[in-house]
DNA sequence: CTCCAGTACG
DNA sequence: CGTACGGGAG
């Protein structure tokens, strides 16, 4: 019998092991990480980045440039992400606090407690719980245990949780039993994000040769 | 024809 | 708690 954490610690260190490190959201700037995770609210990557690229072309991943433009331009400039008269108000929603709050300046965000900037962020209409947890920790850099649809997967099929689980348990369950680490966040959830799209699929799950095939319960 | 790093609203 | 939002790819 092992820890939870233990047993954590231990599929963290098998992930490394098969995939390497992830450098997850790195040469980014903050800005482009906060579109990158709205733009990709229950949508596939491979879109997010058309989007992005779209606006990178117009020179528009800035946060002022952004704010610039009509909501009904930037619609047609992520429409790739799909949902994007849906997106395109929350971005602008996040540019409106984003510029009153912080003067466009993450380094006021950041000089925040991270409880208080998850808060304000929730506040925002169109950023939910995964998505704060996301700005908190990849474009802040602050300890926020990020879970999300393929954590809530792969831990049940794992047999760790429930199969309906809320968010707020799911994310307990991981901050109950690991360190409080911002690189142990960041890369623990690139690693479930990685073996959720390649092996742990949502139809065909591709337990041979999956990393985690070894942490399967009997 | 399903599925995808969710969220808000009735 | 059910539904709308949505284009792109397997």
């Known amino acids: 019998m092992q820890s939870r954490q233990t047993y954590l610690l231990n599929m963290h260190a098998a992930m490394l092991d098969a995939l390497g490190p992830s450098h997850w959201w790195p040469g980014e700037t903050?800005?482009?990480?906060?579109?990158?995770?709205?733009?990709?609210?229950?949508?596939?990557?491979?879109?997010?980045?058309?989007?992005?690229?779209?606006?990178?072309a117009q020179n528009l991943l800035s946060a002022p440039a952004l704010a610039a433009?009509?909501?009904?331009?930037?619609?047609?400039?992520?429409?790739?992400?799909?949902?994007?008269?849906?997106?395109?108000?929350?971005?602008?929603?996040?540019?409106?606090?984003?510029?009153?709050?912080?003067?466009?300046?993450?380094?006021?965000?950041q000089a925040l407690p991270t409880p208080e900037i998850?808060?304000?962020l929730l506040g925002v209409n169109g950023i939910g719980p995964e998505t704060a947890d996301s700005i908190a920790l990849y474009a802040l850099d602050k300890p926020t245990f990020v879970v999300d649809t393929y954590t809530a997967r792969i831990f049940g099929r794992h047999g760790q949780i429930p199969e309906e689980i809320s968010y707020a348990d799911l994310q307990a369950y991981f901050t109950e039993a690991l360190p409080e680490d911002t690189a142990l966040f960041n890369e623990f959830h690139a690693q479930?994000?990685?073996?959720?799209?390649?092996?742990?699929?949502?139809?065909?799950?591709?337990?041979?040769?999956?990393?985690?095939?070894?942490?399967?319960?009997?």
Do not use: M, S
């Open 69 to 109: 433009l009509d909501t009904e331009e930037l619609a047609a400039l992520i429409r790739p992400a799909g949902y994007y008269r849906v997106k395109a108000g929350r971005i602008k929603n996040f540019l409106r606090f984003f510029e009153h709050e912080a003067g466009f300046d993450f380094t006021v965000l």
């Open 30 to 56: 903050p800005f482009e990480i906060v579109l990158g995770a709205i733009l990709t609210q229950n949508t596939n990557w491979e879109n997010v980045r058309r989007a992005l690229n779209a606006l990178r």
């Open 118 to 120: 998850r808060e304000r």
């Open 192 to 218: 479930i994000v990685r073996v959720g799209k390649h092996w742990c699929k949502k139809k065909q799950p591709q337990c041979h040769r999956c990393p985690l095939e070894p942490f399967l319960p009997l």
